[in-house]
């Protein structure tokens, strides 16, 4: 046998992951390379040999497997660039979520906000009117065009809505002073009057509705605050959504007892409505579903790939936050790229599920408050630097794993809430999303011919 370790020896020059899949078949997938194929184990340990600098040509007579790796950037393409991004100094947002309230009409048995338990926080609009000075100034600073604002939950953010009517006008108003463009979309639990969908459609440029399904789901779990079903007036939404045109998503939450229902849920959605996107997540363990039993479950990935067929059978996407195989980034979320988010009493969180300083983990992502002296905000630097070091490539646990630059970590909070605060260490989640990016790269290779998978 002919081994080589020289200067003729190939380099492998990508990051790759062997993902086993049956007997003697392997996905090679190289994910900064974008590319994958499957595999025998001779050519998995042909690729090891090679990492390790040695080269056994008689394992590749022809050349046949060098070139074809070469043709994939995996041998001799040089090194890759880290899809990694990363921040510091104080934050220069052109972005503000505003977290209008923490009260809300209705009462969803597994609201991770516990909405309706806790003493009511309301926004005034001098808050929000603060937070939209500070991005607009940020944007001159940056000689960025636009600023976004994204109305969000705690609560329903409608319910305040003559804070979220103002200050978007206040919002128009400011940028166009100076020249700049304003994005404004938000999420909600599509509970709405006709003027309120009359609103949302002339001035938003996107939402997030939370709708389950099948109506006989979707009631047994998002009563209204007097114990009424919500279908009937979500539907009505986003049909009226659908008549205007309206670039709306949904959101369904899957409890461990809704799983089986799943596909008929995406089913029922898909004949009916034409969302841009559809998202399918286990309930979280946390708020008024602290106690449930978990539905990060295999029963849920079964269920979501069979949901997920039905979807792409009408020409839609389904889709699973954590498991994205276009995307290349050190963050899941906002958490580490400096989101600025306003809690009703004007202080900064970065994180959606942290919306009020009496959460849990508010120490953790409560990272500034008004400046006494300025319209601006003064920052918590050592509270921001540590959510800056939450992006993958800080996380220890992260790096073996295939899915890291996809993923990117997964959820900060529901780490802290599944490990506490200790060094990260996996969660049910871990399994969900790679097998599910792992059906992605399936799907990829098999859209292209079935031999290889070779974004350009
Ligand atoms: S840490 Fe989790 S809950 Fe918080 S914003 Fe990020 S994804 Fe959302
Ligand atoms: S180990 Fe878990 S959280 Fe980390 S990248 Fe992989 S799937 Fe995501």
Same mark, same amino acid.
């Given at each position: 046998?002919?081994?080589?370790? +020289?200067?003729?020896?190939?380099?492998?020059?990508?990051?790759?992951?062997?993902?086993?899949?049956?007997?003697?078949?392997?996905?090679?997938?190289?994910?900064?390379?974008?590319?994958?194929?499957?595999?025998?184990?001779?050519?998995?340990?042909?690729?090891?040999?090679?990492?390790?600098?040695?080269?056994?040509? $008689?394992?590749?007579?022809?050349?046949?497997?060098?070139?074809?790796?070469?043709?994939?950037?995996?041998?001799?393409?040089? +090194?890759?660039?880290?899809?990694?991004?990363?921040?510091?100094?104080?934050?220069?947002?052109?972005?503000?979520?505003?977290?209008?309230?923490?009260?809300?009409?209705?009462?969803?048995?597994?609201?991770?906000?516990?909405?309706?338990?806790?003493?009511?926080?309301?926004?005034?609009?001098?808050?929000?009117?603060?937070?939209?000075?500070?991005?607009?100034?940020?944007?001159?600073?940056?000689?960025?065009?636009?600023? +976004?604002?994204?109305?969000?939950?705690?609560?329903?953010?409608?319910?305040?809505?003559?804070?979220?009517?103002?200050?978007?006008?206040?919002?128009?108003?400011?940028?166009?002073?100076?020249?700049?463009?304003?994005?404004?979309?938000?999420? =909600?639990?599509?509970?709405?009057?006709?003027?309120?969908?009359?609103?949302?459609? $002339?001035?938003?440029?996107?939402?997030?509705?939370?709708?389950?399904?099948?109506?006989?789901?979707?009631?047994?779990?998002?009563?209204?605050?007097?114990?009424?079903?919500?279908?009937?007036?979500?539907?009505?939404?986003?049909?009226?959504?659908?008549?205007?045109?309206?670039?709306?998503?949904?959101?369904?939450?899957?409890?461990?007892?809704?799983?089986?229902?799943?596909?008929?849920?995406?089913?029922?959605?898909?004949? *009916?409505?034409?969302?841009?996107?559809?998202?399918?997540?286990?309930?979280?363990?946390?708020?008024?579903?602290?106690?449930?039993? $978990?539905?990060?479950?295999?029963?849920?990935?079964?269920?979501?790939?069979?949901?997920?067929?039905?979807?792409?059978?009408?020409?839609?996407?389904?889709?699973?936050?954590?498991?994205?195989?276009?995307?290349?980034?050190?963050?899941?979320?906002?958490?580490?790229?400096?989101? #600025?988010?306003?809690?009703?009493?004007?202080?900064? $969180?970065?994180?959606?599920?942290?919306?009020?300083?009496? *959460?849990?983990?508010?120490?953790?992502? #409560?990272?500034?408050?008004?400046?006494?002296?300025?319209?601006?905000?003064?920052?918590?630097?050592?509270?921001?630097? *540590?959510?800056?070091?939450?992006?993958?490539?800080?996380?220890?646990?992260?790096?073996?794993?295939?899915?890291?630059?996809?993923?990117?970590?997964?959820?900060?909070?529901? +780490?802290?809430?599944? *490990?506490?605060?200790?060094?990260?260490?996996?969660?049910?989640?871990?399994?969900?999303?790679?097998?599910?990016?792992?059906?992605?790269?399936?799907?990829?290779?098999?859209? =292209?011919?079935?031999?290889?998978?070779?974004?350009?």
């Amino acid at each position: 046998m002919a081994m080589l370790h +020289s200067k003729d020896t190939p380099v492998v020059s990508a990051e790759i992951f062997v993902i086993p899949l049956e007997t003697d078949r392997y996905i090679v997938y190289a994910p900064l390379r974008r590319a994958a194929f499957v595999a025998n184990s001779r050519v998995v340990n042909f690729l090891a040999d090679l990492q390790e600098g040695v080269f056994d040509e $008689s394992a590749d007579p022809d050349n046949s497997l060098v070139e074809f790796l070469r043709q994939l950037k995996i041998l001799d393409a040089g +090194s890759e660039t880290l899809p990694i991004t990363s921040f510091s100094g104080n934050p220069e947002p052109t972005s503000a979520t505003l977290f209008l309230t923490t009260a809300c009409n209705l009462r969803c048995t597994y609201c991770y906000a516990s909405a309706g338990d806790t003493p009511t926080k309301v926004m005034n609009v001098e808050i929000a009117k603060r937070g939209i000075d500070f991005i607009a100034a940020n944007a001159l600073k940056r000689k960025e065009d636009s600023i +976004s604002i994204t109305y969000h939950g705690g609560g329903e953010p409608t319910v305040n809505w003559r804070v979220m009517t103002e200050s978007l006008d206040y919002a128009r108003q400011k940028a166009a002073e100076l020249g700049l463009k304003v994005q404004a979309f938000t999420g =909600s639990n599509g509970v709405l009057t006709d003027a309120q969908i009359d609103w949302i459609t $002339s001035n938003l440029n996107g939402a997030t509705i939370s709708f389950d399904g099948l109506p006989e789901a979707h009631d047994r779990n998002r009563p209204t605050v007097l114990g009424q079903s919500s279908s009937e007036r979500v539907m009505h939404t986003i049909r009226r959504f659908d008549e205007a045109g309206f670039r709306y998503g949904l959101r369904v939450t899957v409890t461990l007892e809704q799983i089986p229902s799943l596909p008929a849920a995406i089913e029922f959605i898909c004949s *009916n409505f034409h969302p841009s996107k559809i998202q399918a997540e286990p309930a979280y363990q946390i708020g008024r579903w602290e106690h449930a039993p $978990s539905a990060d479950t295999e029963e849920f990935i079964t269920a979501f790939r069979a949901a997920q067929e039905r979807a792409h059978a009408h020409g839609h996407e389904l889709y699973f936050s954590a498991a994205r195989l276009g995307t290349l980034t050190n963050h899941f979320c906002g958490i580490t790229k400096d989101s #600025f988010a306003l809690s009703p009493d004007g202080n900064v $969180s970065a994180c959606y599920e942290v919306f009020s300083e009496d *959460n849990t983990w508010a120490k953790t992502f #409560f990272y500034g408050q008004p400046d006494s002296q300025t319209r601006g905000y003064r920052f918590n630097l050592p509270v921001l630097n *540590n959510l800056r070091n939450q992006a993958v490539q800080h996380r220890e646990y992260c790096q073996g794993c295939f899915a890291k630059w996809t993923c990117a970590g997964d959820c900060y909070h529901k +780490s802290l809430t599944v *490990n506490g605060p200790g060094e990260f260490a996996g969660s049910d989640r871990c399994h969900i999303i790679r097998e599910l990016t792992k059906d992605q790269i399936l799907a990829k290779i098999s859209e =292209s011919g079935g031999v290889f998978w070779s974004a350009p």
